[in-house]
């Protein structure tokens, strides 16, 4: 982990954040490290269940280091690109709900950080894009798969051929962000949603997380099959056992242990 992000844990629930506010958390190589290092922490913790993701200052991530890239051979266009998308992979692929909160600009790198995670919640200032074709180039880190697979393809074509920046109000009717709240109301409300999603069966929420991924990218048949796998698994869990039994005796107070 680098400077440039942090982390910190409290009970099951960590939040991430970008620090880089002076370049609006502009990603580059240790941003990128920073984020690696997080996820690869986070990941080997047992005790963590959701994890928030935003950034300092007044933007979530601006994109990505212009300056940074401007110089790029394509060669190492082609490497930054494939380390984006390593890392925006393990963040999709992390075995716990990741919850954007994003706080403000999200454009370019930002937007398919954003992306990447389970559940964008986005302040009303905040504002979604994917600018590359007015810089002559176009998104790396998966900004074409990832908004063709959330949007559709004709809006996702949309803004990727216009470049257009969008309001937060846009990108909620759009289905880019699933909230829109006041500023000040932004963690607060993804801690609320963290809380509710902590307090169920952590493997089952993983292996919903995990069926959807998979499902959203292969067949309905191989993904019913996966899914069905999955649902038979949970049978072999304590918290399966304590789920319908407290169900059955109508309590409303079943503990989940994630084993």
């Known amino acids: 982990m680098t400077r440039t992000v942090n982390f910190n844990l409290d009970a099951s629930l960590a939040v991430v954040t970008l620090d880089r506010p002076e370049a609006l958390n502009a990603l580059n190589d240790e941003v990128l490290a920073g984020l690696e ?21 007044k933007a979530f991530a601006a994109g990505g280091d212009i300056k940074a890239m401007a110089g790029f051979t394509p060669l190492e266009a082609r490497a930054f690109a494939q380390r984006g998308q390593r890392v925006f992979n393990l963040i999709e692929d992390f075995p716990h709900p990741v919850i954007a909160a994003v706080n403000g600009f999200a454009l370019g790198g930002g937007c398919e950080l954003a992306m990447a995670c389970d559940l964008r919640i986005a302040s009303d200032q905040a504002r979604a894009g994917q600018p590359e074709v007015k810089l002559g180039t176009m998104p790396g880190f998966g900004g074409t798969q990832r908004l063709a697979r959330i949007l559709g393809r004709s809006a996702a074509k949309y803004l990727l051929f216009t470049g257009e920046t969008i309001p937060a109000s846009r990108a909620l009717e759009l289905g880019l962000f699933n909230e829109v709240v006041p500023p000040e109301q932004l963690m607060p409300r993804c801690l609320e949603i963290a809380r509710i999603i902590a307090a169920r069966a952590p493997i089952a929420v993983s292996y919903c997380k995990a069926a959807v991924n998979l499902g959203t990218d292969t067949t309905l048949g191989h993904g019913l099959c996966h899914e069905a796998e999955l649902f ?11 789920g319908m039994q407290a169900f059955i005796e109508k309590r409303d107070d079943v503990q989940f242990h994630g084993i």
């Open 37 to 57: 290092g997080a996820f690869h922490a986070l990941g080997n913790d047992p005790s963590v269940r959701v994890v928030i993701l935003t950034g300092t200052g």
């Open 232 to 242: 038979a698994e949970t049978f072999a869990t304590a918290d399966q056992k304590a």
